[in-house]
């Protein structure tokens, strides 16, 4: 069974540190690893997915890895800033079936001070 | 494009009631759709998996019985709480998959049971 853990669970920075969010699965057989921001009380936005034969992906100041073998995934946020505050998912696919399940993992409730 | 509606977004209701959560795939067909639920500060566990015409698919330990999924059309899935008490409350968010390996999540619904 596919657990998937985040560490830290909570995390608090000053403005304009970089920063980095780890995600750990169990199973290596996946298919793609995701991860989210979610606001208080709001759905999900997705930030970056990479696909199982990816190292990684960037999007503006985001950088998520991904080391398959070794089961984890780092999201580095650059220059951190207050609107970063939010609380971060990591999500895996696992690689079998036509119906595919997304496992989440605890998150990490992130907060940047000004 | 890929947008998933969902309504109410928040709703309270009377423990002992029912209460049907939609979920809408606006500009796409999804042949799959998965509900979640998320207890407050806690990460999103899956329910279930709904196709389209067929019978859900339910996690262990999900009772089909107090959580009715129905998934009538390729744009629509609804989740219906029966006899709703206080432990129900909850986040609950749907996600719809485009593809096999594409999920595109909802709002969310903030459910209150009284």
């Known amino acids: 069974k596919q657990e998937v853990t985040q560490i830290p669970a909570a995390l608090s920075v000053p403005e304009g540190e970089n920063l980095v969010l780890n995600c750990s699965f169990t199973d290596s057989a996946i298919y793609n690893l995701q991860w989210f921001r979610q606001d208080p009380g709001k759905g999900l936005t997705s930030l970056l997915l990479?696909?199982?034969?990816?190292r990684e992906q960037t999007s503006g100041r985001l950088n998520a890895s991904l080391d398959k073998s070794s089961g984890r995934s780092t999201l580095y946020i650059a220059a951190s800033q207050p609107g970063d505050s939010a609380t971060y998912l990591c999500a895996v696919m696992g690689d079998g079936g036509a119906t595919n399940k997304l496992i989440f993992g605890t998150g990490t409730l992130l907060a940047v001070q000004p | 494009g890929a947008v998933v509606s969902q309504h109410p977004s928040r709703v309270i209701c009377k423990s002992g009631t029912s209460v049907k959560i939609e979920c809408r795939s606006l500009d796409f067909q999804a042949t799959t759709m998965f509900w979640y639920r998320q207890f407050p500060k806690k990460s999103l566990m899956l329910m279930a998996t709904?196709?389209?015409?067929?019978?859900?698919?339910?996690e262990q330990g999900v009772e089909k019985d107090k959580f009715l999924i129905n998934h009538a059309s390729l744009t629509l899935s609804t989740l219906t709480v029966t006899s709703a008490h206080p432990e129900d409350s909850s986040f609950y968010i749907c996600?719809?998959?485009?593809?096999?390996?594409?999920?595109?999540f909802g709002p969310g619904t903030r459910l209150t049971v009284t």
């Open positions: 709904s196709n389209e015409g067929s019978k859900a698919t339910y």
């Open positions: 990479i696909q199982s034969s990816q």
């Open positions: 996600s719809a998959g485009r593809a096999t390996y594409e999920q595109y």
